[in-house]
């Protein structure tokens, strides 16, 4: 009797395993798989490779690429540079304000496209408050310059929080060995420890490098006639209504990124050069001499400070008439993003990323826990999708959901899918955009879950599913409350990424699903920067509110303490 | 253990597409149920609607007050619409399309996007603004012009343009600014009315864009952009439509200042149509009556859009530049739309890439 009910009680658990695997599948085939086969598809038709033939044989594209590749490879080293350093002094240098640099550091983490670019264009550009009113320049900042100074600044906190944990994880043994046997300070950190670091260093650039060529907002503000990939797209499905041009165009930017991010995958996840042990070796030896100290101070606090002017711009901005003509003050803006014809867009972006954001935190973490506990065949292609939301350009992935959702899905006259994208579609095109926002998301969180999983030993799986538990108890009592942080980032990162995505919504918004980000753009263009810095302001406040609201919800008690306490 | 949970799958998935194919049957009965809509005074109307936000925002408004029809709108640039009427060709998303060169307008209509009316208020439209089919009708016209920043003309030392060959001054080195022909119709109207004032021959205008080249600062995506630009001092001259320069200067811009070429300026006609399969199209025919009204005509001045009304009798506002008082080209708006697509490929590939020395 009791042998029966285990049985149905473990059939029951494989159930849930199986339809928590469904789900998953079921999710990541809508949300990205069937949208970048349907792009695939529509630029290896005949048509499509035709396309192909005249775009490569441009001149013009010839000049995109090149641009595109200088961009990415000048970002990814700025960028690489500024995280290295930022990592660094955190690691090794004794410096005052060290934790107010960490989180000015981590300031353009939550901040939206444009709000970097349009301060520098007001501080740094031909009429700019420093180079044109202090300095009588006339400088130009549009173009490759100003791109790479303002997506080195946006894109290199990822990288700085990914060289922090590497340095902070290095066995302080190795350099204390290196200095014993009489080598100087800068000769170590030549021959030891840097050489430790390049797996990482490598990782950062390459991530950078992936992140610049798919970014689509920076070089629409600040690009001025420096084309890239990206903005390219753009303009072949908003200037020429060229859809078949612009798969064709996508396919150039998706291979060379996914290559990168594949690269980038392998050499973070070789983990080899990761001396962790579990057994702290003593602390980092602090750098001791006071010009090294103070020299690297002076640049980062020099860094820093242009972050906080940057982001101090957008904030007086926002109060500011007519930035770099009138300076009065004024709380029109606001007016404006608040209850004028500029609220609408932001109830409809929070709702619709606060939506995506538990889809996106719990699908993500039920992929790493299958992943990472579970054998089953696919197991690697599962894997490798779940990452496909991260490694693929937003604007690429947008044309895949305008391609594959713009009509209902029909298999022998039976509508499995109704419309989706489009103000005809699927609750005026909104489920589109949610599904958009979660799949972009996800992968945070299956990356968050993995790496958390990878920590806590299965034997306590285990024995809950001796003990008679099936999965499903195991995975809500055992695992969840175990994993509880990792769903609480994923949730955070999920909203913030959501709430800040242009690329892969811009060809999804309609009538009753207007955007933040889209919205400013169109005022940004419309040179009314007040209302462009007010919506960058309301936005940034309400991800802080949010990650804020989410930590007291979830963060305070952790499942695993209450958990604890409860039994014993 | 793998082939059991490979079992399990195949179970769930066979579920899934079993309650998938369940739900199918309800489908269909939607549309049904729109069918029988038209018969019942329309309630609802969705609007694909490319002036600026503020402009669609109080014609809809307007337009629900009057007729009491739920409306709708999306803003997108004129090409951005073309792509999506085109995209949503088979079951359209949108009933009728407000605003926009008439160029994307007889594009459209060559593709079979477009359903004519001849809407009764079009007769009082005169004949060069409107398509005598109904494709389309104007609404709207507005002049392109010369938007300069005086401060930066002064310490430049130069005058007010007030010819085409006037921006070709050298002092004027990466002072001026305007739109790429491929990404704005603005920029397009530009590129036409030189080969409109060369007689026609493209090969002439191509060589006064090489010219022009060396005083461009930048070629903007967006047809308006060049203005804000000037008007925050970061280039002397943008070659715009009249009505956005002062659009600009209304919202504070107070540098900027408004002149004409001598020799001749284009112009452009904002259009409306109706989509061709429209879900709404009684809405969308009483749409387009109600824009071939002065009453309608005239909400574009009040929120600060100074495009002229096509109608002879709608007021004009005393901010407006009216079109007789300027000299317009004689402007061939279906051969522009015709060799569009040649002329911005030749610029993209000639002008555009070409050093500025």
Redesign the interface.
Known sequence: MSSHLRTVRQWLG??T???G??LAV?FLALGIVWPLLRMLALSLSPEGLAEFAVVLG???FQ?IAINTLVMGAAVATLGTGLAFLFAFVQVWVNVPFKRLLHWIALLPIISPPFAVALAVISLF???GLIT?RLFGLRY?I?GLDGLTLVLSLSFFPAAYIGLLGMMRALNPALDEAAINLGASRWHVFRTVTVPILVPGILGSFLLLFVEAMADLGNP?ALG??FTVLA?RIY?A???????IAGAVLSVNLLVPTLALFLAQNYIVNRKSYVTVTGKPAGTPRLISSPFARWSLFAAVASVAALIVLIYGTVLVGAFT??F???YSFTLDNFKFVLFG?GSQAMVTTVILAGIAMPIAALIGTLVAYLVTRK???GRNALDFASMLGLAVPGTVLGIGY?LAY???IEVAG??????LA????LLGGAAVIVLSFAARSMPASVRNGTATLQQIDPVLEEASLNLGADNGTTFRRITLPLIRPAVLSGMIYAFARSMTSLSSIIFL????TKIMVAQIF?EA????FGNAFAYCVILIAIVLVAIALLYRVIGSTTGAEREASLGG | ??A???Q??T???TT?ALI??AC?PA??AAPAGEATAPVAAPTTL??LCTP???WC?AMVQAFEAKTGIKT????M?S??S???L???A?????SVWFGGPADGYIAANAEGLLEPYVSPNAANVPETYKDAAGSWTGTYVGALGFCSNTDVLGSLGVEMPDSWSDLLDPALK?QVVMA?P???GTAFTAFWTQVTLDGGDIDEAFTYFADLHKNI??????G??P???V?????AVAVIFSHDCVK?ID?????LALSFPSEGTGYEIGGVGIIKNA?EPEAARMWVDWTLTAEAQEIGATVKSYQLPTLPDAKVSERSVVLSEVNIVDYDFVSAGENRQAV?ERF??EI??APKE
Do not use: C
Request: hydrophobic fraction near 35%.
């Open positions: 494989d159930w395993l199986s339809g695997l469904v079921i441009r001149g013009t000049r550009g031909r009429s044109y130009d549009y629409l001025g006639d903005s303009i499905i908003i200037g020429e209504y060229d859809m008439r007519l770099g003509i009138d014809y054998q089953f065949p305008v713009n009509q209902p039976i509508t499995l899918l109704p419309k489009g103000g005809a579609g918004t309609t009538p009753y169109t263009d419309a040179g009314r | 253990m793998s059991r949970i490979t399990r799958i179970i769930a998935i899934s998938l194919a199918a489908t269909p969705t609007v600026q936000e503020d925002q709708a709108y999306v803003r640039s090409g951005e073309l792509a999506r085109r995209a949503s088979s079951a359209p998303e949108f990466g790429h491929a990404t704005s600062l930048q070629y903007t995506k967006s308006s952009a203005g804000q630009m008007g925050r001092g970061e280039a600009f919202e504070g811009m107070t540098s879900p911005t993209d590939a555009a890439p």
